[in-house]
């Protein structure tokens, strides 16, 4: 049986989108993983900020990395954002995804978004669904 770090490390060797992001692994348990990103000019829109995609990628890949960590491939169902702060080049974002219900067919995750200066600049809901096939063999 795979721990939930090796799950995690497999799905990242894969992620070519994860891995242009810049998102470095902190802590992955059951159902919980938080990572962190920091960044760059290629990623801010045409006001100078941060492109809303850039903070919904980052919650978007703890979501993955949390829902499918006990190795039962999972996928998203729903997802949300609400932005609650401006991002900036060189911000250094951290996601925590915590798991709020783990179903035979579905789960549901909320995943907190903070800057640097540990203020919150988006709050992400995701409920995916499970598919029963494993991730790493």
Request: proline fraction near 1%.
């Given at each position: 049986m795979s721990s939930p770090k090796e799950v995690v490390n497999h799905m990242m060797q894969h992620d070519?989108?994860?891995?242009?992001l810049g998102i470095e692994v902190l802590d992955v348990n059951e159902g919980y993983s938080k990572i962190r990103m920091t960044i760059r000019e290629e990623m801010v829109n045409g006001f100078g900020i941060a492109h809303g995609g850039i903070a919904f990628s980052?919650?978007?890949?703890?979501?993955?990395?949390?829902?499918?960590?006990?190795n039962n491939l999972s996928v998203a169902l729903d997802t949300s954002i609400n932005f609650t702060?401006?991002?900036?080049?060189?911000?250094v974002l951290t996601a925590e995804a915590i798991?709020?219900?783990?179903?035979?067919?579905?789960?549901?995750?909320?995943?907190?978004?903070?800057?640097?200066?540990?203020?919150q600049?988006?709050?992400f809901k995701g409920n995916c669904f499970r598919t029963h096939k494993k991730l790493v063999d």
């Amino acid at each position: 049986m795979s721990s939930p770090k090796e799950v995690v490390n497999h799905m990242m060797q894969h992620d070519k989108f994860s891995q242009w992001l810049g998102i470095e692994v902190l802590d992955v348990n059951e159902g919980y993983s938080k990572i962190r990103m920091t960044i760059r000019e290629e990623m801010v829109n045409g006001f100078g900020i941060a492109h809303g995609g850039i903070a919904f990628s980052l919650a978007d890949s703890a979501f993955a990395f949390a829902c499918n960590n006990r190795n039962n491939l999972s996928v998203a169902l729903d997802t949300s954002i609400n932005f609650t702060k401006a991002v900036n080049v060189k911000d250094v974002l951290t996601a925590e995804a915590i798991e709020i219900h783990n179903g035979r067919s579905t789960g549901l995750y909320l995943i907190s978004i903070f800057n640097q200066n540990n203020e919150q600049v988006a709050h992400f809901k995701g409920n995916c669904f499970r598919t029963h096939k494993k991730l790493v063999d």
